[in-house]
C-alpha cells in the first residue's frame, strides 16, 4: 500500500463548512496527488505536489486548496463546502524510480 | 487540455473468453501508460504498466499494446475468470500529471 493513510475514511458535513482532508506517506515520495472519483468521470485530478511548499492545480482545483509543509503529510481543503464536492477522494504518491502512482484507501465525503 | 478516452464503459464476457478494453490518450508528450483495477470499494491498484518506447507487454494473463502514432493502448485480458470482474482505468501521463480514462465494468460470468 506504499504506506499511504488517509483521514479521515468517512464524513458527512454540511453546506457551506470547512473540511480538510488529510494524506500521510511514510516513504519520502516526493510527489504526492489529490483525486476525486466519481461514476462516469474515472479520477479527476485536483492538485499535486512536487515538493514541500511545491503544488500546483489540476484539471478540477476549483474549491479546493492544498497544503504541503512537510514530506509526509499533504492536506487538502474544502475552503466551503458544496454538494457538488460530495464524492471520493484518493491521495497517491509517485515513485520517481518507477513513475508509478500508489493510492491511498480513499475518504468518502458526503455534504449534505 | 489533454484527455483520455476509454471503450468501452461496460463488458460482459463468459468465463474463459478474452477481454480487450481500448483507450486513446491526446496529449503527444505521454510517455507512460499504466492500467489499474479497482474492486468494489477499494483503491485502484496497478496490474500492468507500459513506456512509449515499448509496443507490446505481457504478464501472465494479461497484455498492453501500444500505438503511438495513432495514440492507442489497449488492455488484453485472456482466460478471464470471475475474479477479473472490477473496473479497470487506463491512464496516460506526460509530466507531472497523469489523466485518467472514465473507466470500464468488466463482469466475468461463471
Known amino acids: 500500500d506504499a504506506g499511504i493513510t488517509q483521514s479521515p475514511r468517512h464524513k458527512v458535513t454540511e453546506t457551506g463548512t470547512p473540511v480538510t482532508l488529510r494524506c500521510h506517506q511514510t516513504?519520502?515520495?516526493?510527489?504526492m496527488y489529490w483525486y476525486r472519483q466519481d461514476p462516469g468521470h474515472g479520477l479527476r485530478l485536483i492538485h499535486y505536489?512536487?515538493?514541500?511548499?511545491?503544488?500546483d492545480k489540476g484539471e478540477v482545483s476549483d474549491g479546493y486548496s492544498v497544503s504541503r509543509s512537510k514530506t509526509e503529510d499533504f492536506l487538502l481543503t474544502l475552503e466551503s463546502a458544496t454538494s457538488s464536492q460530495t464524492s471520493v477522494y484518493f491521495c497517491?504518491?509517485?515513485?520517481?524510480?518507477?513513475?508509478?502512482?500508489?493510492f491511498g484507501p480513499g475518504t468518502r465525503l458526503t455534504v449534505l | 487540455g489533454e484527455n483520455v478516452e476509454q471503450h468501452p464503459s461496460t463488458l460482459s464476457v463468459q468465463e474463459g473468453d478474452s477481454a480487450v478494453i481500448k483507450c486513446t490518450y491526446s496529449?503527444?508528450?505521454?510517455?507512460?501508460f499504466p492500467w489499474y483495477k479497482q474492486e468494489l470499494g477499494k483503491r485502484p491498484q496497478l496490474i500492468i504498466d507500459?513506456?512509449?518506447?515499448?509496443g507490446e507487454k505481457k504478464d501472465q494473463r494479461i497484455a498492453v499494446t501500444l500505438n503511438k502514432t495513432a495514440k492507442h493502448f489497449s488492455l488484453h485480458i485472456t482466460e478471464t475468470q470471475p475474479e477479473d470482474s472490477a473496473v479497470y482505468f487506463c491512464?496516460?501521463?506526460?509530466?507531472?500529471?497523469?489523466?485518467f480514462g472514465a473507466g470500464t465494468r468488466l463482469f466475468v460470468k461463471a
Open positions: 491512464a496516460a501521463r506526460g509530466g507531472f500529471k497523469t489523466i
Open positions: 497517491a504518491v509517485k515513485t520517481t524510480s518507477t513513475d508509478t502512482q500508489y
Open positions: 496529449d503527444s508528450a505521454s510517455n507512460y
Open positions: 505536489s512536487y515538493g514541500v511548499k511545491d503544488t
Open positions: 516513504e519520502n515520495h516526493r510527489y
Open positions: 507500459i513506456r512509449s518506447n515499448v
